[in-house]
């Protein structure tokens, strides 16, 4: 294989900057979705601080121009970003990372293995990842999207309680809220300070439903990627003692009210832990579903057998 690229340690916010104007120009194209959104980013980068950005390989030319990025998530599950101009190169960026980011099977499975997300859509990483002997797992993360443009509801917020942007006050009741229900990664409030310093972050758009007491029920980050007039949310949930009572769907609402006076023209939103295409839709699906969010498409898991030998071999860095 012919050599093209260098891999190096992420550097400084001018590689982050780079990053985010690859994931940026790629979102230009309505029909395709990618991950991580901008707003994906800076989430990650805000949860996983220093050790995110220590995990993060630049991926550039011989030339030494940034075209993306390659960094393990959750499981050792491989993110990898390139811009559209060079996908041709996640070739030689899959052939690097099998020599490091191998390990043993995950789930019922036997053997050392790698994996790597990718979405069916995206044909170019598809064929070579089957090309690369990679086959495609049943885990996945929905991609849902909405179009703001259409018609959309008024939101009916239930009686005793208001939906308006966070406050510094809010902080530590949200922190205890998105612990309980935004996932695998917990929150604090050193960490929360810290998303709030995001390129991409605006408190207007951070928002939280709160009971006649004042007390953080539910809650939403939205961000807005206004090159490209769409936005995301990530993460978004409501207290458990505060469920089924329509905050969720009335709180989508709202923000999609938001999101189109602010210039906005599609909302889109994620969601992870989905282990089989076969499993009945969950509280979670049921909701975004219900408010008309369309299925734009799956992003699976890509797994390969990878022998121990051929992932400890020739793991200097690269020059």
Same mark, same amino acid.
């Given at each position: 294989?012919?050599? %093209?690229?260098? @891999?190096?340690?992420?550097?400084?916010?001018?590689?982050?900057?780079?990053? %985010?104007?690859?994931?940026?120009?790629?979102?230009?194209?309505?029909?395709?979705?990618?991950?991580?959104?901008?707003?994906? /980013?800076?989430?990650?980068?805000? @949860?996983?601080?220093?050790?995110?950005?220590?995990?993060?390989?630049?991926?550039?030319?011989?030339?030494?121009?940034?075209?993306?990025?390659?960094?393990?998530?959750?499981?050792?599950?491989?993110?990898? *970003?390139?811009? /559209?101009?060079?996908?041709?190169?996640?070739?030689?960026?899959?052939?690097?990372?099998?020599?490091?980011?191998?390990?043993?099977?995950?789930?019922?499975?036997?053997?050392?293995?790698?994996?790597?997300?990718?979405?069916?859509?995206?044909?170019?990483?598809?064929?070579?990842?089957?090309?690369?002997?990679?086959?495609?797992?049943?885990?996945?993360?929905?991609?849902?999207?909405?179009?703001?443009?259409?018609?959309?509801?008024?939101?009916?917020?239930?009686?005793?309680?208001?939906?308006?942007?966070?406050?510094?006050?809010?902080?530590?009741?949200?922190?205890? *809220?998105?612990?309980?229900?935004?996932?695998?990664?917990?929150?604090?409030?050193?960490?929360?300070?810290?998303?709030?310093?995001?390129?991409?972050?605006?408190?207007?758009?951070? /928002?939280?439903?709160?009971?006649?007491?004042?007390?953080?029920?539910?809650?939403?980050? *939205?961000?807005?990627?206004?090159?490209?007039?769409?936005?995301?949310?990530?993460? @978004?949930?409501?207290?458990?003692?505060?469920? %089924?009572?329509?905050?969720?769907?009335?709180?989508?609402?709202?923000?999609?009210?938001? /999101?189109?006076?602010?210039?906005?023209?599609?909302?889109?939103?994620?969601?992870?832990?989905?282990?089989?295409?076969?499993?009945?839709?969950?509280?979670?699906?049921?909701?975004?579903?219900? *408010?008309?969010?369309?299925?734009?498409?799956?992003? @699976?898991?890509?797994?390969?057998?990878?022998?121990?030998?051929?992932?400890?071999?020739?793991?200097?860095?690269?020059?």
């Amino acid at each position: 294989m012919t050599v %093209r690229l260098r @891999f190096r340690p992420y550097a400084d916010e001018s590689d982050y900057t780079a990053l %985010r104007s690859i994931i940026i120009r790629k979102f230009a194209d309505p029909k395709r979705r990618f991950y991580p959104s901008p707003g994906d /980013l800076d989430y990650n980068r805000s @949860f996983g601080g220093d050790a995110f950005l220590e995990k993060l390989t630049i991926c550039e030319t011989q030339g030494g121009v940034v075209i993306g990025a390659v960094w393990p998530g959750h499981y050792r599950i491989l993110y990898c *970003v390139t811009d /559209l101009e060079h996908a041709d190169l996640e070739d030689e960026i899959f052939d690097w990372a099998e020599r490091r980011y191998s390990g043993p099977s995950l789930g019922d499975r036997a053997g050392e293995e790698v994996y790597i997300w990718g979405y069916p859509e995206d044909t170019v990483r598809s064929k070579i990842l089957r090309d690369r002997g990679y086959t495609r797992h049943t885990w996945y993360m929905y991609s849902g999207v909405i179009d703001l443009k259409s018609a959309i509801p008024e939101p009916q917020i239930p009686n005793g309680y208001t939906v308006r942007p966070i406050q510094p006050a809010d902080l530590p009741q949200k922190v205890a *809220v998105m612990s309980g229900s935004a996932g695998l990664t917990e929150p604090n409030t050193e960490i929360y300070n810290r998303l709030m310093t995001s390129p991409t972050y605006e408190q207007e758009l951070d /928002l939280i439903v709160v009971d006649e007491n004042d007390q953080v029920a539910g809650f939403a980050n *939205v961000w807005q990627d206004k090159q490209n007039n769409i936005a995301i949310i990530e993460p @978004f949930g409501t207290a458990e003692a505060h469920r %089924r009572k329509g905050l969720a769907t009335n709180l989508l609402y709202d923000i999609m009210h938001r /999101l189109k006076g602010r210039g906005s023209d599609k909302l889109y939103i994620n969601h992870g832990g989905m282990w089989t295409l076969d499993t009945a839709p969950d509280d979670a699906m049921r909701v975004y579903n219900k *408010v008309g969010f369309q299925e734009l498409g799956k992003m @699976f898991v890509w797994c390969k057998p990878c022998s121990h030998h051929d992932a400890q071999e020739n793991t200097e860095a690269d020059t």
